[in-house]
């Protein structure tokens, strides 16, 4: 009996929690409310307000499902024997591929710069601690590996994801992320894999030269 209310309970919160996805990647925060959500799942606001005391609350449970979602695609090959330039490209590439996807994710740095909300400061820096250390090991496994030089592993990767976070800034600065084109991702991704390539220049180990 517990098992079966413990799944129905879990199935409301995925309902809602998909609910209030695509409210707040169409949206936002700030223009969503918590009654548009509950109209859109069928429930009264009272009972939303059972499972989530706040907005906030439930932006925060939106950013980390996308987050867990991220995680999960980028460890597919993380946890691989893939050497780690190969990996540092694929990352780069379905890192801007993927975001298409998760808006909420693709908003983050804008939403949290131009807003003074606290809830933004929390979940941006959440999300980027998360892809500092996923880039770092990366580099950690290159220096490893030989491939890359023995540098800095966390300044470099800091250098790295702020470079492909300023690229997708500059499209927002001048369009929302709901009214990109098939042309602006495929810019968006010619961008993201010059910027690896142009990293990876400089931290590829210089080849061993034959006597």
Same mark, same amino acid.
């Given at each position: 009996m517990?098992e079966t209310?413990?799944?129905?309970?879990?199935g409301?919160?995925e309902?809602?929690?998909?609910?209030?996805?695509?409210?707040?990647?169409?949206?936002?925060l700030?223009?969503?409310?918590?009654n548009e959500i509950?109209?859109d799942?069928?429930?009264?606001?009272?009972?939303?307000?059972?499972?989530?005391?706040d907005?906030e609350?439930l932006?925060?449970?939106?950013?980390k499902?996308e987050q867990?979602?991220f995680?999960e695609?980028?460890?597919?090959?993380?946890?691989s024997?893939?050497?780690? #330039?190969?990996?540092? $490209?694929?990352y780069v590439?379905l890192?801007?591929?993927? !975001?298409?996807?998760l /808006?909420? &994710?693709?908003?983050?740095?804008s939403?949290f710069f131009?807003?003074g909300k606290?809830?933004?400061?929390?979940?941006?820096?959440?999300?980027?601690n998360m892809?500092l250390?996923?880039?770092?090991?990366?580099?950690?496994?290159?220096?490893? #590996?030989?491939?890359? $030089?023995?540098?800095?592993k966390h300044?470099?990767?800091e !250098?790295?994801?702020d /470079?492909l &976070?300023g690229?997708?800034?500059?499209k927002?600065?001048y369009?929302?992320?709901?009214?990109?084109?098939?042309?602006?991702y495929?810019?968006?991704d010619?961008?993201?894999?010059?910027v690896?390539?142009m990293?990876?220049?400089?931290?590829?180990?210089?080849?061993?030269k034959?006597?």
């Amino acid at each position: 009996m517990t098992e079966t209310k413990n799944k129905n309970e879990a199935g409301k919160l995925e309902i809602i929690i998909n609910a209030a996805q695509k409210r707040f990647a169409h949206y936002g925060l700030c223009k969503t409310t918590m009654n548009e959500i509950a109209m859109d799942v069928g429930m009264g606001k009272a009972s939303l307000y059972y499972y989530f005391p706040d907005k906030e609350t439930l932006f925060e449970a939106v950013i980390k499902k996308e987050q867990h979602l991220f995680i999960e695609e980028m460890n597919k090959f993380l946890n691989s024997n893939m050497e780690a #330039t190969l990996q540092l $490209k694929k990352y780069v590439k379905l890192r801007s591929q993927y !975001f298409r996807h998760l /808006l909420n &994710l693709s908003k983050l740095r804008s939403d949290f710069f131009n807003n003074g909300k606290p809830i933004y400061a929390k979940v941006f820096e959440s999300f980027n601690n998360m892809e500092l250390e996923m880039v770092a090991n990366i580099i950690q496994h290159g220096i490893t #590996t030989k491939e890359f $030089k023995r540098i800095n592993k966390h300044e470099y990767a800091e !250098f790295l994801v702020d /470079l492909l &976070l300023g690229i997708r800034m500059v499209k927002l600065k001048y369009k929302d992320i709901n009214e990109f084109s098939e042309i602006d991702y495929e810019d968006l991704d010619k961008k993201s894999c010059k910027v690896a390539n142009m990293f990876l220049k400089e931290i590829q180990s210089e080849p061993i030269k034959q006597v």
